[in-house]
């Protein structure tokens, strides 16, 4: 590892801080470098505050060092007026010399223009260090902005002999699979979404909340797919805990085209297997969380059938987690 690479894995790093709270904007890590010392990083605030680049050069306490400095950040700074000012022009104004990029923001507000405007100010610019690991950190950001959807996210829970849920059950609560453990994760990802989406079947049968009251953080927007209107509001997932938005749309394109008028940029599908295997047959899905518990069904409703590339694998106590990617 060079040490460009050093100082933007960095980046990626301190980045994570603004997950679940800098949406639409993209959470960006940010670093400065005087010789070989940081002294200097900064984090994507929450939506409406400051960028990465502008509270990482507010963090240095001796201003004087940036004109001998080096920025280094997960993503192209912005050259156009939005909530705050372009960051691009704060880093000239300051002087800064150098500047390394993990990516270029091809979203067309930016788009390289970020890029053109720091070095004809005379800055040298770097621009590609870990650049697939920034792509792959700016996921959701890039996802909803050249594919015109969110990032989608399946998740299921299964037994252990392949199925999702019990053909029949006595109350209208859901039937736990997995241990509490795996419960709590959940709910830490519904924090680090936009939305999470169910079908009618899982609200009647299961008259789930949809929040995330097992971790501290924002609830997810509720999406609901309710084609024939057959709902009443006295399920939970009308309550004032989060808003819900109730669509129509019957295909996984239709669906994914509502999500994105409604600046959805990242969303987890909860549904049942009928939901699942909607997103799953069109091909519109990014990464399938799965879990396996320690429970059998003498019968039941199949697992979702998908076909993915497995990223990563672990136990928690008596579960086990695969996440998959759709390469």
Request: positive net charge.
């Amino acid at each position: 590892m060079n040490i460009h690479e050093k100082y933007i894995k960095r980046c990626i790093e301190i980045a994570k801080n603004g997950l679940g709270s800098t949406r639409p904007n993209p959470m960006v890590g940010c670093v400065i470098v005087h010789n070989s010392t940081i002294i200097g990083e900064g984090f994507t605030s929450a939506f409406g505050g400051n960028h990465a680049e502008v509270n990482a050069i507010h963090s240095v306490l001796d201003q004087t060092l940036l004109k001998q400095a080096t920025l280094y950040v997960t993503l192209e700074p912005c050259s156009h007026f939005g909530k705050t000012p372009p960051c691009s022009d704060l880093i000239i104004k300051h002087q800064i010399p150098h500047v390394v990029i993990g990516c270029i923001d091809d979203n067309e507000k930016v788009a390289g223009k970020g890029i053109k405007k720091l070095m004809d100010a005379g800055c040298n610019v770097t621009v590609g260090v870990l650049e697939e690991a920034c792509k792959t950190h700016h996921k959701r950001f890039f996802t909803f902005h050249n594919k015109k959807r969110p990032y989608i996210i399946l998740k299921w829970a299964e037994t252990n002999n392949g199925f999702i849920a019990p053909i029949t059950k006595n109350e209208q609560k859901p039937v736990w699979i997995t241990n509490a453990f795996s419960r709590q994760l959940v709910h830490k990802w519904r924090t680090e979404e936009q939305a999470i989406l169910v079908g009618t079947n899982t609200v009647v049968q299961d008259n789930p909340s949809l929040t995330a009251r097992d971790w501290t953080g924002k609830n997810p927007i509720r999406i609901v797919l309710d084609k024939n209107k057959s709902l009443s509001k006295h399920y939970n997932v009308f309550n004032d805990s989060a808003q819900t938005i109730v669509l129509q749309e019957h295909a996984a394109k239709d669906i994914s085209n509502k999500l994105y008028e409604n600046q959805i940029n990242s969303i987890i599908i909860e549904g049942g297997a009928k939901t699942l295997q909607l997103f799953i047959d069109a091909n519109l899905w990014d990464e399938a969380r799965v879990f396996t518990g320690a429970v059998t069904f003498e019968e039941g409703v199949k697992a979702p059938k998908f076909s993915g590339r497995l990223i990563s694998e672990k136990t928690i106590t008596t579960d086990s987690l695969k996440i998959y990617s759709n390469d």
